[in-house]
């Protein structure tokens, strides 16, 4: 598309690098090329500040369950916008929410709003302290947990940083980040039980918790294997530490989240996205003993925890709604639509010649610069010529009426239906040609 077609976002932009650090709020937002205004959205279809139309396969970074503005969610949310925003006291809000959530897995005997999913995977890890008294925190080596530091660490090491496969380095995101930290962090590899139990009994009596991400985006969108599950899960029982799951992206894959496909049961689980039904939130949820912490005893607390807008009464209204509505029969649905779109997906990428791959599970894909899936971080690492190609596709798909995230990931929305899934098999197909020089 011609530089004319993205005039008033550009700019926007122009007047946003003024007033905001890189012109934006959220680096994930940033591409090459420039950084586009949206103007509204709809169902599964957004315009921008310059009227080109696209279908939304980003959703706000998966967040957007049933697309945009959906009327049950906008009528409920504006009802409750009229009786007030957040108070200094409790609602019947967050208590009817609550109550949905954990009837949603057996694995949630009770549930604490926060506000993001940063805030809820630190908010799990600090009760994972409270609660075993210990500091260490273990995660698997590229796996995105937000922004709170011990989460951070080895988020994208660098093969000349991350050290040996047997026993990874903990590896700094931001500068500045205290050695402290990072000597509290252990990390270990994706999907390879021996491994990660070696590394944990170096550190059994240190370690509160094992962070665990059930399909990591940034570690490839593989799905975790129910041994590794299961080994992690026996070892933290076995070394009174805490299994903490983290769904924030995944609660969309079941009624009850993911680990509903597993035999192991986590003690804690952190959430967000999809139950804010379109605003910010986060939950924390698990066993009652370790979901105790928050609670005031006679000894007092163990986990002072609070949070001005937690559980304000327009999310947790909106997170309901959107909740009720994301069924057994919706999820279902998704899911299988999910699976024709790496169906579809993965024709394309035979059709274009290009060198490619497909990955994901339920309403979730990624596609992949290599023709080899990755089976964890290290055989997903991108070395600059891969970025570029990737970046060139991402490029070639917005130009196509597509919108997808910056990592050539997706998530589906409740708003979609077969015509979406073609129109996004065609334009991955033209812009593979393109990226990879097949014209």
């Known amino acids: 598309m011609g530089e004319n077609i993205h005039r008033r976002s550009a700019d926007l932009f122009g007047r946003a690098s003024r007033v905001l650090p890189g012109g934006v709020s959220r680096n994930t937002l940033l591409r090459a090329t420039p950084l586009l205004y949206a103007r509204q959205g709809s169902g599964c279809q957004v315009v921008d500040v310059d009227g080109v139309e696209r279908i939304d396969f980003a959703n706000n970074m998966a967040s957007l369950i049933h697309g945009h503005a959906h009327p049950a969610i906008v009528g409920a949310?504006?009802?409750?916008?009229?009786?007030?925003?957040?108070?200094?006291?409790?609602?019947e809000?967050?208590?009817?929410?609550?109550?949905?959530?954990?009837?949603?897995?057996?694995?949630?005997?009770?549930?604490?709003?926060?506000?993001?999913?940063?805030?809820?995977?630190?908010?799990?890890l600090k009760a994972a302290r409270a609660f075993t008294g210990r500091a260490k925190i273990a995660k698997i080596e590229g796996a995105y947990h937000g922004t709170y530091d011990y989460a951070e660490a080895s988020q994208s090491p660098t093969p000349d940083a991350w050290g040996r496969s047997d026993n990874p380095n903990s590896v700094p995101l931001a500068k500045?980040?205290?050695?402290?930290?990072?000597?509290?962090?252990?990390i270990i590899p994706f999907n390879?039980?021996?491994?990660?139990?070696?590394?944990?009994?170096?550190?059994?009596?240190?370690?509160?918790?094992?962070?665990?991400?059930?399909m990591p985006h940034r570690v490839g969108l593989?799905?975790?294997?129910?041994?590794?599950?299961?080994?992690?899960?026996?070892?933290t029982r076995d070394n009174d530490a805490l299994l903490i799951v983290d769904e924030v992206i995944t609660f969309r894959e079941e009624v009850g989240g993911m680990q509903a496909r597993f035999t192991a049961r986590p003690d804690l689980t952190a959430m967000a996205k999809i139950i804010g039904g379109g605003f910010p939130v986060g939950a924390v949820a698990g066993r009652d003993e370790v979901m105790?912490?928050?609670?005031?005893?006679?000894?007092?607390?163990?986990?002072?925890?609070?949070?001005?807008?937690?559980?304000?009464p327009v999310t947790m209204t909106a997170g309901r709604v959107a909740m009720e509505l994301y069924d057994q029969t919706a999820v279902e649905r998704l899911n299988q639509l999910g699976d024709l779109a790496r169906r579809r997906i993965s024709e394309a990428i035979a059709l274009s010649g290009a060198s490619a791959s497909v990955t994901g599970s339920g309403s979730l894909f990624r596609i992949h610069m290599q023709a080899t899936p990755p089976v964890d971080y290290r055989s997903a690492y991108q070395d600059r010529d891969t970025v570029k190609r990737l970046n060139r596709f991402i490029d070639g798909?917005?130009?196509?009426?597509?919108?997808?995230?910056?990592?050539?990931?997706?998530?589906?929305?409740?708003?979609?239906?077969?015509?979406?899934?073609?129109?996004?098999?065609?334009?991955?197909?033209?812009?593979?040609?393109?990226?990879a020089g097949h014209h």
């Open 77 to 91: 949310v504006t009802a409750q916008l009229k009786l007030g925003t957040a108070f200094t006291m409790a609602t």
């Open 93 to 124: 809000a967050e208590l009817l929410y609550a109550e949905n959530l954990c009837g949603r897995s057996p694995n949630f005997d009770k549930v604490r709003f926060v506000n993001s999913g940063t805030e809820a995977v630190m908010t799990a």
């Open 176 to 186: 500045g980040t205290p050695e402290g930290v990072l000597a509290d962090v252990v």
């Open 192 to 214: 390879d039980p021996d491994t990660a139990v070696a590394i944990l009994d170096q550190h059994r009596k240190d370690i509160a918790g094992v962070l665990l991400d059930l």
């Open 222 to 235: 593989i799905p975790a294997s129910d041994v590794f599950v299961s080994t992690l899960r026996d070892w």
């Open 292 to 312: 105790s912490v928050f609670a005031r005893t006679e000894h007092g607390i163990r986990l002072p925890h609070s949070g001005t807008f937690s559980a304000n």
């Open 397 to 435: 798909v917005y130009d196509g009426g597509i919108m997808m995230l910056n990592t050539a990931a997706g998530a589906l929305s409740t708003a979609m239906g077969p015509p979406e899934i073609d129109r996004l098999a065609e334009v991955v197909e033209d812009s593979l040609r393109e990226s």
